[in-house]
């Protein structure tokens, strides 16, 4: 989608570049009908409306964001006017509403981490009206040239080193997590009661799906109602209807596991991933992007109109699927048991970064 919003403050915005990508656009920059940039970062939304801190931001001073320069932080703690925008926009986009906020009242949970940075390729000009995604560093642009080659030839070797690449995007404080939900025996899930599954979603799993901070926070806000409503029964029950689930249903379980507040379709996929690897894989934008450089797949044309960023749960049940394809395909060349679609969504996920 080129067009964001009409505000009264910005006049018509457009997207220039969107840099992160997680059930909609989280972290991008938009131009407005005089030129002028903008860095945007989504921190939350409801029912009816997206949120996100906007900051003016000369060319300059975005080409600095971009090739890490400029910590993402700081691109919106160190505002040069010392203001930023609270920018809402409905989910028709038929209503805007902005909010100007001194950069010094700021909720710091929101912005960045510190030390996370962008990593593209100098852009040549920024001028250009149309949305385009950030250009790769040449790395990724290799590695994604290979993955037409990899998913069709079933080398072993290449399989192997892909999904060993996995860990060298893992960041190093979000490593201990991400072994852990590896290794999850889902056993103790399954025996877990209603305050202990609670915990588990809160302090594990949402923080090991939602690695940014402000992603983190905006979702946790949605399960946390259960204990503020005193539903947490209600949660428990869903385990239960999961445990129970036929998971050769990969739609029925995905939308099951989609009920629970705080969870979009690749949430609730991540979450029967860790606890049903052998099942079921994790259909984020990345398996999308990795996909589409496939056109031997049959589901190609239900892959290339597919809205990376916002998957619904027919979309999902077709990338499991495909991975659930594809791991057994693994399996019969390899002559073993121990490839999954969770270890293949791994491998999609490299292959698009």
Same mark, same amino acid.
């Given at each position: ?80 006017? $010392?203001? +930023?925008?609270? %920018? #809402? ?8 509403? @902005?909010?100007?906020?001194?950069? *010094? &009242? ?8 510190? $030390?996370? +940075?962008?990593? %593209? #390729? ?8 149309? @949305?385009?995604?950030?250009?790769? *560093? &040449? ?215």
């Amino acid at each position: 989608m080129a067009f964001l919003t009409k505000s009264s403050l910005f006049g018509p915005l457009r997207f220039f570049e969107i840099y992160e990508e997680y059930d909609g656009a989280r972290l991008f920059s938009c131009r407005d009908s005089s030129g002028h940039y903008f860095l945007c970062l989504w921190i939350g939304g409801s029912e009816q409306f997206d949120e996100y801190l906007t900051v003016s931001v000369s060319p300059r001073r975005l080409q600095s964001v971009r090739v890490g320069e400029v910590e993402l932080r700081a691109a919106f703690a160190e505002a040069k006017d $010392g203001q +930023v925008i609270k %920018l #809402l926009i409905s989910r028709d986009a038929d209503v805007t509403k @902005t909010e100007i906020v001194p950069v *010094a &009242s700021l909720n710091a949970k929101l912005l960045p981490a510190a $030390g996370e +940075v962008l990593r %593209l #390729l100098p852009a040549a000009m920024l001028t250009q009206a149309s @949305t385009h995604k950030a250009a790769p *560093a &040449s790395k990724q642009e290799i590695l994604r040239d290979g993955t037409r080659e990899m998913w069709n030839g079933n080398d072993p070797d290449l399989w192997l080193k892909a999904l060993h690449r996995y860990w060298e995007f893992v960041k190093p404080s979000n490593l201990a997590l991400e072994r852990e939900m590896n290794q999850l025996d889902a056993e103790t899930v399954k025996m877990m009661n209603p305050q202990a599954w609670y915990r588990f979603l809160l302090e594990k799993f949402f923080r090991w799906q939602y690695t940014a901070p402000n992603r983190y926070a905006s979702t946790t806000k949605l399960l946390s109602s259960y204990a503020v409503n005193n539903e947490l029964p209600v949660l428990h029950a869903i385990k239960k209807r999961l445990f129970a689930s036929d998971k050769e249903n990969i739609q029925q379980c995905l939308a099951l596991a989609s009920s629970i507040r705080g969870l979009g379709i690749a949430g609730a996929s991540g979450l029967l991933a860790v606890l049903f690897p052998a099942h079921f894989g994790t259909v984020s934008q990345f398996a999308v992007k990795a996909l589409a450089k496939i056109p031997e797949l049959p589901e190609r044309a239900v892959i290339a109109a597919m809205n990376p960023e916002s998957l619904n749960l027919n979309e999902g049940t077709v990338l499991i699927r495909v991975m659930r394809r594809k791991a057994a395909e693994l399996n019969r060349a390899f002559s073993t048991t121990e490839w999954t679609p969770r270890k293949v969504d791994m491998v999609l996920w490299t292959c698009a970064r």
